[in-house]
T-cell receptor, first 114, second 113 residues
Framework: DVKVTQSSRYLVKRTGEKVFLECVQD?????MFWYRQDPGLGLRLIYF???????EKGDIPEGYSVSREKKERFSLILESASTNQTSMYLC?????????????FGNGTRLTVT | AQKITQTQPGMFVQEKEAVTLDCTYD???????LFWYKQPSSGEMIFLIY??????QNATEGRYSLNFQKARKSANLVISASQLGDSAMYFC??????????FGTGTRLQVFP
C-alpha cells in the first residue's frame, strides 16, 4: 500500500518564522503535490513537482516555495510565515502513468501561525 | 485555464436513498480526467471513482457511479443506497493534459436515518 507521510500533524509557528513542511512517499512516484485546504475554498494547489528538481507553480504559490532534491521527498517552505497561512496542508503523490492514476494523500498538517 | 465548480455546499439524504452530487468543469484540453474523492471527518482523502474524457461508458464503482455529460461539461457523482457512513465531504477534481490536478470547493453530505 502506498504511504505518504507528513512529518507533523499539528504545528504552531510565529509570524515571520521560516517553516518547513516535509512529505515523504514510499512508492517511487514521480509526481508530488502540495495543497492547502480551507473551509469553503476546497483544496487549492500550491505547487507540484513532475520529478526530482522539477517544480511547477499551482494556483496559489505566493508566499511559498518547494524543494525536491530526492524523489521520495517534497518539502513546502513558508519563507516568512503569516497569519493568513494558517491552514490545513495536504501532500499527495501519484505515479506518472498518464490519465487515471489517483492521488495518494498524506494525513495533513494543520499549521497555525500566531 | 481549468476550473471545477461544485455548487452544493451541503446536501442531506435519507439512509437507503440515492443522492447526486453536482460537478461542472471547464477546460480547453481535449483529453482530461475527472476524479471524485471522499473526506470523512477523520480527514483522510479517499479516492472513489475516475472518468476519462474519452471513456464512452459512465464509470461505476460499487454504489458509486459517475454521470458524465461531456457536452454539458458535467461529472456528477451518484451514490445509490446511501449509508450513514457516507456522511462526509466530497470533492470533484480534474486533471488536464499536464499532471496538474485541481479540486472543487466540495459538498458536505449528511445521511440521516
Amino acid at each position: 500500500d502506498v504511504k505518504v507521510t507528513q512529518s507533523s500533524r499539528y504545528l504552531v509557528k510565529r509570524t515571520g518564522e521560516k517553516v518547513f513542511l516535509e512529505c515523504v512517499q514510499d512508492m517511487d512516484h514521480e509526481n508530488m503535490f502540495w495543497y492547502r485546504q480551507d473551509p469553503g475554498l476546497g483544496l487549492r494547489l500550491i505547487y507540484f513537482s513532475y520529478d526530482v528538481k522539477m517544480k511547477e507553480k499551482g494556483d496559489i504559490p505566493e508566499g511559498y516555495s518547494v524543494s525536491r532534491e530526492k524523489k521520495e521527498r517534497f518539502s513546502l517552505i513558508l519563507e516568512s510565515a503569516s497569519t493568513n497561512q494558517t491552514s490545513m496542508y495536504l501532500c499527495a503523490s501519484r505515479p506518472y502513468t498518464g490519465g487515471n492514476s489517483p492521488l495518494h494523500f498524506g494525513n495533513g498538517t494543520r499549521l497555525t501561525v500566531t | 485555464a481549468q476550473k471545477i465548480t461544485q455548487t452544493q455546499p451541503g446536501m442531506f439524504v435519507q439512509e437507503k436513498e440515492a443522492v447526486t452530487l453536482d460537478c461542472t468543469y471547464d477546460t480547453s484540453d481535449q483529453s482530461y480526467g475527472l476524479f471524485w474523492y471522499k473526506q470523512p471527518s477523520s480527514g483522510e482523502m479517499i479516492f472513489l471513482i475516475y472518468q476519462g474524457s474519452y471513456d464512452e461508458q459512465n464509470a461505476t464503482e460499487g454504489r458509486y457511479s459517475l454521470n458524465f455529460q461531456k457536452a454539458r461539461k458535467s461529472a456528477n457523482l451518484v451514490i445509490s443506497a446511501s449509508q450513514l457512513g457516507d456522511s462526509a465531504m466530497y470533492f470533484c477534481a480534474m486533471k488536464g493534459w499536464t499532471d496538474k490536478l485541481i479540486f472543487g470547493t466540495g459538498t458536505r453530505l449528511q445521511v440521516f436515518p
